[in-house]
């Protein structure tokens, strides 16, 4: 069954370094998008893809992070100059269509820890 | 920003016994989704209702969307060891595609 993955599953990094987490989502999903989930709260949308660009973001998507496709496969997360606060579980979708219309796939997550 | 509010926020309950969990918002939705997680996974799509006052079914467990389209429950008949997890509410609205989740309800099944 085809499934997204998210690689790695546990990073940690130190304050102030940059982080890039990587998703390879369904392959014939035209949809994609990143949450997150700090420990104890709610899943927090990030940031939404389609057609090679962002076509939604929340306000917790501010300069610090980028998303991207840099090839057929990838879709990445990155984080610029990581803060404590960035700790969290950060999830990769995708679906064939939008997510609300249609059933989004969820990878198994990125636990983020910056110390 | 809507919220969405879920309602118990723990449930720990014996195998066999029903239970109905609520998810509940003063925004009207354009749709609503149920997921349930699992520790240390992503969360995993149950169900989607649309249409207000919609029933929806999937084995013991069974979906509600409020006549309004602002709250929506899940009841489960009968509940199971493998029932356990975390059952989340999300809702999209005001033409928005970014969806909104609550924080879930955390049940736990005692066999």
């Known amino acids: 069954e085809p499934e997204v993955t998210q690689t790695p599953s546990h990073q940690v990094t130190q304050m102030g370094q940059e982080v890039i987490l990587r998703c390879v989502p369904i392959s014939n999903h035209l949809y994609f998008y990143w949450y997150r989930q700090i420990l104890g709260q709610k899943v927090e949308f990030l940031v939404s893809?389609?057609?090679?660009?962002?076509?939604?973001k929340s306000e917790i998507f501010d300069d610090q992070f980028s998303v991207e496709r840099p090839d057929g496969s990838n879709f990445t997360l990155k984080i610029r100059s990581t803060k404590l606060e960035d700790s969290a579980m950060y999830f990769c979708?995708?679906?064939?269509?939008?997510?609300?219309?249609?059933?989004?796939?969820f990878g198994q997550g990125t636990r983020l820890t910056v110390v | 920003t809507q919220l969405l509010e879920q309602s118990p926020q723990f449930l720990s309950i014996q195998e066999g016994e029903n239970l109905t969990v609520y998810c509940n918002s003063s925004s009207v939705f354009s749709s609503l989704q149920w997921y349930r997680q699992e520790p240390g996974e992503g969360p995993v799509l149950l169900v989607t209702?649309?249409?207000?006052?919609e029933v929806k079914k999937l084995k013991r467990l069974t979906f509600q969307f409020g006549d309004a389209r602002k709250d929506s429950s899940l009841h489960i008949t009968a509940a199971q060891p493998g029932d356990t997890g975390l059952y989340l509410c999300?809702?999209?609205?005001?033409?928005?595609?970014?969806?909104?989740f609550g924080r879930g309800t955390s049940l736990i099944v005692h066999p």
């Open positions: 999300a809702g999209a609205s005001g033409g928005s595609y970014i969806p909104t």
């Open positions: 893809f389609y057609n090679n660009e962002i076509s939604e």
């Open positions: 209702v649309v249409t207000g006052g």
């Open positions: 979708a995708s679906s064939e269509v939008d997510s609300m219309n249609t059933e989004a796939f």
